[in-house]
């Protein structure tokens, strides 16, 4: 018997097992359905797409996407202590100011910058007010950024765009985030720093909290209308379960949070019944509002070979092993630009992502040479989809519709910011670097050309959220609490509850939500909302 059951040791659900083991009367078990952390590709920067299609990687695909040529997509999730921020690109963008002002009462912008202080541990910047600095995240800089990255920021200058003195930093007076600034990363002296090194690792001995990896959670456990613990299969194939006397905290991502609800009865009673699943409690927006950023691109050889191509080379080798910098210690994604679609909007709706090195296939498909990827990415998408259940088997992975274009927008957005993108690529500043064209592999130039081209090789940012979205209507799954709407003791504590999704990457507000969450956690419990400032406390 434990006081709280979490399930899914990824970003949300280490921050929830450091935050409530603090205290030490508190007995806390973390679930797990993958393994050790302990694998070097975890550890450099630039090799995370080598932990794609492993044992590390939840490896889901889409159902056939009819607006993007019918293609059944790739979607990577972190499968190991750390979740996804152990096989991410280390992107540390927090959102606008807008993205949190329009999530509802209790969730603004103000309310929600004391726990990103919390979190964080920012060092290389000036900008104190902007960051916190005794967090137990660290955030850098790239150590050793790419001669190509600096011509980039001068192919941004020459196309308009502003430098931003930091990525996270609202304007002032008011916020302005059009503009362009090197990624802070989340690293530590060159090495990857996900949630499990700065949560988990540090209060693994604490003898009140049980870590099982492994583990695979089937169902919750319910006693009538109240959350009582989780059943799951170990690593041997057995069933075993864990009992929760206070609450149960489901942390398992946008995908397994609300497939872990539907298989244990609470959702939509129509797909229930349709795979058998007695209803416990019915609540039909489980699985619904999926949002996820669509990014495409333009990939082009690079002349000079100075690319992040070279980085698995002898001398890059011995240079990351000795000292934690050169090539592997790029997060690859080395920069960022906000830019809006069209003149007059309040808030930019497409990002600018630049690596040094062609990024094709996610990272799958091995470069016909040096080259240079210049990304753009949709970040307030219309087009909404939903997470099914494929059958009542817990082993088999859900229905994933995203239903990508459904909105005729987005694809009139994403065209827009192709061109804007093309711009940077022909720039004088970038001239010495850019070479034929890769993917595509011939110029593109009409808009119907460029459609095609979307259609055919637009691709996700990883970065899936709102299914099990918070709200009070009758289509919201959590309350602003994250409790489950009907069932006492559970709450949804990840990416799923965010009711739009944000205008920045999703690591650093999950990590937010699973702080204010814990905070929620406490306070029911009638702890102090603060227990301990530092992690390993």
């Not at 750390?82 to 606008?96: H, K």
């Not at 930091?166 to 600034?181: C, I, K, M, R, T």
């Not at 006693?223 to 170990?234: E, S």
């Not at 011939?442 to 099990?468: A, I, K, M, N």
Request: hydrophobic fraction near 40%; charge should be neutral; charged fraction near 20%.
């Amino acid at each position: 018997m434990y006081d709280y059951v979490i399930v899914g040791a990824g970003s949300a659900g280490c921050v929830l097992a450091n935050r409530l083991s603090a205290d030490p009367a508190c007995r806390v078990a973390l679930v797990e359905a993958g393994g050790s952390d302990r694998k070097m590709e975890i550890r450099i920067p630039a090799a995370f797409s080598k932990l794609f299609k492993t044992a590390y990687d939840w490896d889901f695909s889409t159902t056939p996407q009819a607006g993007m040529a019918g293609r059944s997509m790739y979607w990577p999730r972190g499968r190991t202590l750390g979740g996804s921020s152990s096989i991410n690109a280390q992107m540390w963008v927090r959102g606008f100011k807008a993205d949190y002002d329009g999530w509802g009462p209790g969730w603004t912008y103000a309310d929600v910058l004391p726990s990103f202080h919390r979190i964080e541990r920012r060092v290389g910047s000036n900008h104190d007010q902007v960051y916190g600095t005794n967090g137990p995240l660290w955030i850098e800089e790239v150590p050793d950024p790419s001669p190509v990255t600096t011509a980039f920021f001068a192919a941004c200058a020459e196309v308009g765009l502003r430098r931003l003195t930091e990525l996270n930093a609202p304007g002032l007076p008011a916020p302005d985030y059009a503009g362009y600034a090197p990624t802070p990363v989340t690293q530590h002296r060159g090495r990857r720093w996900s949630a499990a090194d700065a949560y988990l690792h540090p209060v693994r001995r604490r003898p009140n909290l049980h870590l099982v990896t492994g583990g695979h959670a089937t169902r919750l456990l319910l006693d009538g209308d109240r959350a009582t613990g989780v059943q799951y299969i170990d690593a041997t194939g057995a069933p075993q379960r864990l009992d929760a006397r206070r609450e149960v905290l489901l942390a398992a991502g946008a995908i397994g949070s609300p497939q872990l609800l539907m298989l244990s009865g609470i959702g939509d009673p129509a797909h229930l019944a349709g795979h058998g699943i007695e209803v416990q409690h019915a609540l039909p927006g489980v699985g619904r509002n999926l949002q996820d950023h669509l990014a495409a691109g333009w990939i082009v050889h690079c002349p000079v070979p100075v690319t992040l191509v070279a980085a698995e080379s002898a001398w890059q080798l011995v240079k990351y092993l000795l000292f934690r910098r050169g090539m592997l210690a790029s997060n690859v994604a080395e920069a960022v630009a906000f830019f809006p679609s069209t003149p007059g909007l309040a808030e930019p709706d497409l990002e600018i992502i630049f690596a040094p090195v062609p990024f094709l296939d996610h990272g799958q498909t091995m470069p016909p040479g040096h080259g240079i990827t210049v990304g753009v990415i949709l970040l307030q998408p219309e087009s909404h989809g939903r997470i099914t259940l494929a059958s009542a088997d817990p082993a088999a992975a859900p229905v994933i519709d995203p239903a990508y274009f459904t909105a005729e927008a987005d694809i009139q957005r994403l065209v827009a910011g192709m061109r804007f993108a093309r711009r940077i690529v022909d720039s004088e500043a970038l001239r010495p670097y850019v070479g034929a064209p890769m993917r595509p592999d011939r110029q593109v130039t009409s808009d119907e050309e460029l459609v095609q081209f979307l259609r055919q090789w637009s691709e996700t940012l990883y970065h899936p959220v709102g299914t099990c979205r918070m709200g009070t209507d009758e289509l919201a799954v959590v309350d602003a609490e994250l409790r489950v709407h009907g069932v006492r003791g559970l709450r949804v504590v990840d990416a799923s509850v965010m009711p739009r999704i944000i205008r920045g990457h999703t690591h650093a507000p999950t990590l937010m939500i699973a702080e204010r969450a814990a905070g929620f956690v406490r306070a029911a419990a009638g702890v102090a909302p603060r227990v301990a400032d530092s992690p390993t406390s």
